[in-house]
């Protein structure tokens, strides 16, 4: 049928412990898009919008895209950045009351703002104030996403990632297009329960290679196939955002004119809450301190591959500053060579390294500049420049590919054998094109130290002749008691032993 479908993307995931706000030129430096302009930059890619629109052309929907709008992980969005880019779905929503049959976003699930805990369900409740209760809303999350009970309340179908790595965004997208389809077309009536579990992050951290969560979202995605079960998200949660629904939630969405459906919902809601509750002690990594990091990579032999450290702690995708030197004082004390350092976010020496031009050797501050007490603070050294950019490259992996992203002002600075990606913009490493764009190819070297948790893998991984974890002792630091939380509700695990379920 040729159902009328209002889409829309806004995505951010928000470090309330992270100094300073997301405003609307954060957006503008990731994806900050209008309509048709939106769907050039996005649709040939791995992304939800892309899903969306698979389905849409399949079904014979008309769709109306009202932005896509991207930041990179931070501090709370900004009051005028929220309300300008909720403003401009509201408005496309009202210019078309009563003539929608539809609505279909792309959301993050841990979205915080200035004003508000919960970003998503803001949005969600501003909506509905316009459209009222019965007009069928599909979302998708992010798997690390604090699914609210407003979330719950406010749109009837959710489907959540199920890799971390992720990788199935667009799968995501095309799943919640079809339970939408399916829904304006009166052949389910779908509606969404929640089960949420007292820890801060889910088993494992919700990875989906290894450990507990594997035989979860396989469980979860079977479930889908019985008889009014339309989809099982488990949420894994966001510990960096301090709000009082923070931690693991299941989503099931099904399906009321089902006969035996909610309770067989609630049911799987229940089972798998329990085994993520069961699962709370496992944890596939094991956090190094700099030092041991270190003294692996000198008795490493990268015959087939490099080492891959990953400075979890630091990770500017869970709004670590990403300018953390813990790790890279440590890796010159260590004397590697060969090494890389990738990406140290500090705009000032990038900035002043334009200054300079290639082949220089050049004495600077470099990183630690943000909150010294999280992960070390700024390092006097001197190197020789060996690229300058712009900061441009292109996505070619399981994550990124199809996606153009910049860095800003980028530089390659090499240090006794080292050499470090210092870059303007925020972004974790995702795509190997993230270092060959600027001249490193990471096949070639001994020793990747990498600022990322868990989505390097897509890419580095295959390539890698062993991967290891650091605690670097930066903002998102595994050691969740470092964080002075005062909004989370308590009892909670692990900050509190006596919590039970």
């Known amino acids: 049928m040729n159902f009328t479908v209002l889409t829309a993307e806004f995505v951010s995931e928000n470090n309330t412990f992270k100094k300073g706000l997301t405003e609307l030129q954060d957006f503008a430096v990731d994806t900050l898009a209008i309509g048709d302009a939106a769907i050039a930059l996005r649709a040939d ?9 698979d389905v849409a052309r399949q079904s014979g929907w008309t769709v109306i895209h009202a932005i896509s709008a991207l930041a990179s992980p931070a501090g709370p969005v900004s009051r005028l950045a929220y309300d300008h880019i909720a403003g401009v779905i509201c408005r496309a929503v009202a210019d078309r009351v009563g003539r929608l049959d539809g609505i279909l976003l792309s959301l993050h699930g841990a979205q915080v703002t200035e004003f508000c805990e919960d970003g998503e369900g803001e949005l969600l409740g501003r909506i509905r104030a316009i459209t009222g209760p019965d007009l069928p809303i599909a979302v998708t999350l992010d798997l690390h996403a604090n699914a609210t009970r407003e979330m719950a309340e406010r749109a009837q179908i959710w489907t959540s990632y199920k890799t971390y790595p992720h990788i199935d965004m667009r799968a995501c997208g095309r799943q919640a297009a079809r339970m939408l389809d399916d829904a304006m077309a009166g052949r389910t009536r779908p509606v969404t329960l929640r089960r949420a579990v007292p820890m801060m992050d889910e088993a494992n951290a919700g990875r989906s290679d290894a450990g507990p969560m594997v035989a979860l979202y396989d469980q979860a995605r079977a479930q889908e196939a019985e008889p009014g079960i ?10 960096d955002a301090d709000i009082e629904q923070m931690g693991p939630a299941v989503f099931v969405t099904h399906d009321r004119a089902t006969p035996g459906a ?3 919902a609630a049911a799987i809601a229940d089972g798998h809450a329990r085994a993520i509750w069961d ?10 301190e700099v030092d041991e990091a270190v003294r692996i990579a000198q008795g490493f032999d990268a015959a087939r591959g490099p080492l891959v450290i990953a400075d979890y702690a630091d990770n500017p995708g869970s709004g670590a500053y990403g300018d953390a030197t813990n790790l890279l004082q440590a890796m ?11 990406p140290l976010i500090d705009p000032d020496a990038a900035a002043e390294l334009h200054r300079h031009k290639v082949g220089d050797t050049v004495t600077l501050a470099l990183g630690g500049k943000n909150d010294p007490a999280f992960g070390g603070g700024p390092l006097h050294l001197e190197g020789q420049i060996l690229c300058l950019s712009d900061g441009a490259y292109r996505g070619d992996g399981p994550m990124m590919g199809g996606l153009t992203r910049t860095y800003g002002a980028t530089a390659v600075f090499r240090v006794q054998g080292i050499d470090i990606l210092i870059v303007t913009e925020r972004e974790q490493m995702l795509d190997r094109q993230q270092l060959y764009a600027f001249g490193i190819d990471p096949t070639a070297r001994s020793v990747l130290a990498l600022k990322s948790m868990q989505h390097f893998r897509a890419a580095f991984e295959p390539i890698a002749g062993r991967v290891i974890v650091c605690d670097s002792g930066a903002l998102s630091t595994p050691k ?22």
């Open 480 to 501: 969740m008691a470092r964080r002075p939380y005062r909004r989370v509700r308590r009892p909670i695990w692990p900050l509190d032993a006596e919590t039970t379920f």
């Open 230 to 239: 339309l989809c099982v998200s488990l949420n894994s949660g966001f510990s």
């Open 332 to 342: 010159l004390a260590g004397g590697l060579g060969n090494a890389v350092f990738a």
């Open 279 to 288: 699962a709370r002690f496992s944890c596939q990594n094991t956090f190094l």
């Open 45 to 53: 890619a791995n992304t939800e919008l892309a899903g969306f629109l």
């Open 262 to 264: 909610e309770a067989r």
